[in-house]
């Protein structure tokens, strides 16, 4: 059988529904998702494996103007993953308004000369004349190879998109095994579902200024994990915060991270958390390679 793969990377503004598109692409949850901006803060490379096709997407973040190191960060992991691929999805929202970020990721379209995808995402929020003017709207901006309108949290859609990917697929070896969904270490999928509670559970800066380091990492001879995770904070203030009175933030933010971790790890999960200051660590270039922010 003849094994084609493709490497297609999909980025967009924040909060447009990159990591709901990717999730429900490859069928499961491999990428945190909540109603804040920029969730996602590294690449993630997703594996979509289809009869003979392997499909890579690299869901990125979202193209935002940094105020800190680590936002600078981001930035360039979005610039870095509209070249040297077989396509580009861009993701937008379904406004007949061409914003700057948009503007400035079709720009990037334009010096790379890679072929690119316009997916309009949310289409189940507006009425069909709407989204006609916003096709309308792009194909004057850029000549994309299609305009797509899809739901990703309907899944409405997908399958032509998917279908349009196809074609970007090159004849060559599979770049990851049949089995494998992502490139990200299952240690690191579970710090990220801990940081999606925060995210979902604390209001305006504290969640975005928290990192998570797994520090332990076991599994028992009856196949329970055994797992302990530090939550980094930027303020002491904070810390009290996310602790909460008596510790109640703290264990609903556990309860409802276990409860994720156990059905992606498909087993009972022992989770012990902590919580520790780091003062203006966003801002640290050694913090952030300690974190695994490096470019």
């Not at 936002?71 to 610039?79: A, Q």
């Not at 914003?99 to 949310?122: F, H, M, Y």
């Not at 028992?220 to 904070?238: L, Q, W, Y």
Request: one cysteine or more.
């Amino acid at each position: 059988m003849i094994s084609k793969s493709a490497m297609i990377t999909i980025c967009g503004r924040p909060n447009v529904g990159k990591s709901t598109l990717t999730n429900a692409l490859v069928g499961e949850k491999i990428a945190i998702v909540s109603n804040k901006p920029q969730t996602t803060r590294n690449r993630i490379s997703a594996v979509v494996t289809r009869g003979s096709t392997q499909f890579v997407l690299m869901d990125t973040p979202g193209f935002h103007k940094p105020r800190t190191r680590l936002g600078d960060y981001m930035v360039n992991v979005v610039k870095e993953s509209v070249a040297d691929v077989d396509a580009v999805v861009l993701l937008v929202e379904p406004i007949a308004n061409i914003g700057k970020q948009e503007e400035e990721l079709i720009a990037r379209l334009k010096e790379t000369s890679v072929p690119a995808v316009l997916v309009i995402n949310k289409i189940d929020t507006v009425e069909k004349s709407t989204l006609l003017e916003v096709m309308a709207l792009y194909s004057a901006a850029h000549s994309f190879d299609a305009i797509i309108p899809i739901s990703a949290k309907d899944k409405e859609g997908l399958d032509e998109l998917m279908c349009q990917l196809d074609k970007y697929a090159v004849e060559g070896p599979q770049l990851f095994p049949d089995d494998m969904i992502s490139d990200q270490p299952e240690k690191q999928i579970c710090a990220e579902l801990v940081r999606e509670k925060l995210l979902l559970c604390l209001d305006k800066e504290i969640p975005h200024g928290t990192a998570i380091e797994v520090t332990k990492f076991s599994e028992r001879d009856n196949g329970i994990i055994d797992m302990d995770v530090t939550i980094f904070c930027e303020k002491a203030s904070h810390k009290g915060i996310i602790i909460g009175k008596q510790g109640a933030m703290l264990r609903k933010i556990g309860e409802m991270a276990r409860t994720d971790i156990e059905a992606f790890m498909g087993t009972k999960v022992f989770l012990q958390t902590w919580v520790k200051v780091k003062e203006n660590w966003r801002d640290s270039m050694a913090q952030l390679r300690n974190f695994g922010f490096t470019e």
